[in-house]
């Protein structure tokens, strides 16, 4: 996980990135929906919305 959170940082050093680089990953049945830790939408929301919002997250 620490090569990860290192990588990340060349990156966004090495490209100057204004914005978070964002993970998505999609999920194709009701099994993977389940399993994922992510949390559900409780009203609409656009594509664009979603990764707008993810880059602002903190970890």
């Known amino acids: 996980m620490n090569n990860i959170k ?5 990156i966004n050093t090495y490209l100057d990135l204004k914005r978070q680089i964002v993970g998505i990953k999609f999920l194709f049945n009701q099994e993977e929906f389940e399993n994922a ?7 609409k ?10 880059m602002r997250v903190k970890k």
């Not at 290192?6 to 060349?10: A, M, S």
């Not at 830790?37 to 009203?43: A, D, E, F, R």
């Not at 664009?48 to 919002?53: A, D, F, P, S, V």
């Open 45 to 54: 929301m656009a594509y664009c919305t979603m990764i707008r919002n993810g």
């Open 6 to 10: 290192e990588d990340l940082l060349k």
């Open 37 to 43: 830790k992510g949390k559900s939408l409780i009203s």
